[in-house]
């Protein structure tokens, strides 16, 4: 995929959002309420393109090899096993208010700590405190210390208090992973920069149980498969780096941390961490919980607790890298074409199906091609405007491919497909088109 010529400032994250409320890939969540602070609604076409990125996600993850499996586990649970984890003690911010302003900031995220950025108010910080990340709930109709449980801030919890019963029903072996997509809370003090950091999110996990001695190589080999997934889709090197964390940035659980990072228009971001977690997880859960969470190997006698390697990435911000790297601006017969430049794999639609009149001799037989190819792709039909304007309304949706049902079709049995990127026309015969779509999507 040819590199996007529209250049990295921040110009482009307001047609970012533009785009996504015009042509229905991200809305305000209650809107009609005026809203509610960092939350959104995905639209038509984002709730296609996010399910694609996961879809993604899941076939190289699970789909494509023999050595993971998947899980999707309950999104509450109880306090036990966030203070296994350590999350009520380590999962904080450190929180700071003017003041002067009353304004309140991540002590942490200040580029100043002793001047607001608001006010500008020099030493009128307040001492920092510590501020949990967790959502708080109670579960039954009583609101006791007894009902209390949480919304999960990660879903990596729900794999690890379940990795026996994984042993025992896959009959698989470290090293073997399990992988898990799904709904993510996170009380964020500063939530912002569109869908990139919200308090409700998506996320994709894998925790890859490997024996002890084993674990340098495979977080290696985790950083270098999950950067290339990014690449293999459509986004750019020179939009993508690794960085290691520094030793103070890592988390208490882990030795090492690696980030996917993508150059947003507000500057480097991350995607996705892959850390080697060790055993601290399986470790803490066996000890809180009294079982025994290792496994034996028969064919040495042994019994080890495996070390754990994590590749984590937000599925929502990662759709959100995607459509800022496909997005492309060109001049065409002095008029500027906008087009996402998606891979076909992530594309909302596929192909769209176009009669080239409202016509009944032609809508008919064109929704008979639709109703071919709609068990095969996902596809749009669209019969209102001239053709023009829905080969670029088409374009801004990312769809690869148009199908135009014209009146030579009539008497040819053939139409004409139309190419996203280039805009090229060829002919090809109906009997032909499915074969010539999949060969050219792959």
Not at 166 to 188: C, D, H, M, Y
Request: with cysteine; net charge negative; hydrophobic share 35%.
């Amino acid at each position: 995929m040819p590199e996007s010529s529209v250049p990295n400032d921040p110009s482009l994250m307001e047609k970012i959002v533009n785009l996504s409320k015009r042509r229905g890939f991200v809305f305000p969540s209650a809107e009609i309420y005026g809203g509610f602070r960092s939350t959104y609604d995905y639209g038509p076409i984002g709730v296609q393109l996010l399910r694609n990125v996961k879809d993604a996600w899941w076939r190289s993850m699970v789909q494509m090899r023999d050595d993971v499996v998947g899980i999707d586990a309950a999104i509450l649970s109880p306090p036990a096993i966030w203070e296994a984890s350590g999350h009520l003690e380590n999962f904080t911010d450190p929180l700071v208010d003017c003041r002067q302003c009353r304004e309140r900031f991540r002590e942490d995220q200040l580029v100043d700590p002793s001047t607001c950025p608001n006010c500008g108010g020099a030493g009128t910080f307040t001492e920092a405190r510590q501020f949990n990340l967790m959502f708080k709930t109670h579960a039954g109709p009583v609101e006791s210390d007894a009902a209390v449980a949480y919304l999960r801030p990660e879903t990596a919890q729900g794999m690890f208090v379940n990795f026996s019963n994984v042993l025992q029903t896959s009959r698989k072996k470290p090293p073997f992973g399990i992988a898990q997509i799904g709904k993510s809370f996170r009380n964020e003090i500063t939530p912002g920069n569109f869908v990139f950091r919200t308090r409700e999110f998506e996320q994709m996990e894998l925790e890859f149980f490997v024996p002890p001695e084993d674990a340098d190589q495979w977080y290696a080999y985790w950083c270098a498969e999950r950067y290339r997934w990014y690449i293999d889709l459509g986004i750019p090197e020179s939009k993508l780096r690794m960085r290691p964390h520094d030793p103070d940035e890592l988390s208490h659980y882990s030795s090492g941390t690696s980030d996917v990072e993508f150059l947003f228009p507000w500057g480097w971001g991350e995607l996705e961490g892959v850390a080697n977690r060790g055993d601290y997880d399986l470790t803490q859960h066996s000890n809180r919980s009294g079982e025994k969470l290792e496994y034996f190997d028969q064919a040495t006698n042994t019994r080890y607790r495996p070390h754990v390697i994590e590749p984590a990435a937000g599925a929502t911000r990662t759709m959100m890298a995607f459509l800022l790297a496909a997005y492309d601006e060109e001049e065409v017969r002095g008029e500027t074409r906008t087009v996402l430049r998606l891979h076909p794999r992530l594309a909302p639609y596929k192909v769209a199906v176009l009669p080239l009149s409202k016509k009944d001799e032609l809508v008919g037989p064109a929704r008979e091609v639709l109703g071919m190819l709609q068990p095969h792709l996902m596809c749009d039909y669209d019969e209102t405007q001239a053709i023009g304007r829905r080969y670029r309304r088409q374009d801004e949706l990312g769809t690869p491919f148009c199908v135009t049902f014209d009146f030579d079709s009539l008497d040819d049995g053939a139409v004409t497909v139309r190419d996203r990127d280039s805009m090229e026309q060829e002919r090809v015969a109906i009997d032909d088109l499915l074969n010539h779509l999949v060969t050219r999507m792959n």
